[in-house]
């Protein structure tokens, strides 16, 4: 049985910074694509960053580029999400996605593209 547990989300001020984890348990990351999404009250869930399995193909919203970055540690089965200046509009639930399936993915940013998907990770900022 696949898990995601994010961590790390909170409430801060704008301009700080927090880290959110994602570790996976029931299935071993490290030949699998990954991605963080998050979903504002009353709006849809978007795409944030994405990483493919070696770490060397990363992706990222137009809205967080330049202050978000997206890594992973393999042998922890964890990835990762620096989230710096952070900035009102900012404020979502967190969730990272985990693809397994052994197409080629179509479209990193699709929410179809992922097989599993984490609980949730609520992420407030407060000018």
């Known amino acids: 049985q696949v898990q995601l547990v994010e961590s790390g989300g909170g409430s801060v001020q704008v301009g700080d910074s927090l880290r959110l984890s994602c570790a996976v348990s029931?299935?071993?990351?490290?030949?699998?694509?990954m991605a963080w999404f998050r979903q504002a009250p009353g709006k849809e869930r978007d795409f944030v960053a994405y990483?493919?399995?070696?770490?060397?193909?990363?992706y990222y919203a137009d809205s967080v580029k330049g202050r978000f970055t997206v890594s992973r540690d393999n042998a922890k089965n964890t990835m990762y999400l620096q989230m710096n200046s952070l900035k009102p509009e900012d404020t979502a639930v967190y969730y990272c996605?985990?693809?397994?399936?052994?197409?080629?993915?179509?479209?990193?940013?699709?929410?179809?593209?992922?097989?599993?998907w984490g609980q949730g990770n609520q992420v407030t900022v407060s000018s």
């Open positions: 996605a985990l693809r397994t399936r052994s197409q080629m993915i179509a479209d990193t940013m699709g929410r179809s593209e992922y097989d599993y």
């Open positions: 029931g299935r071993t990351i490290s030949t699998y694509n």
């Open positions: 990483i493919d399995w070696s770490g060397g193909a990363k």
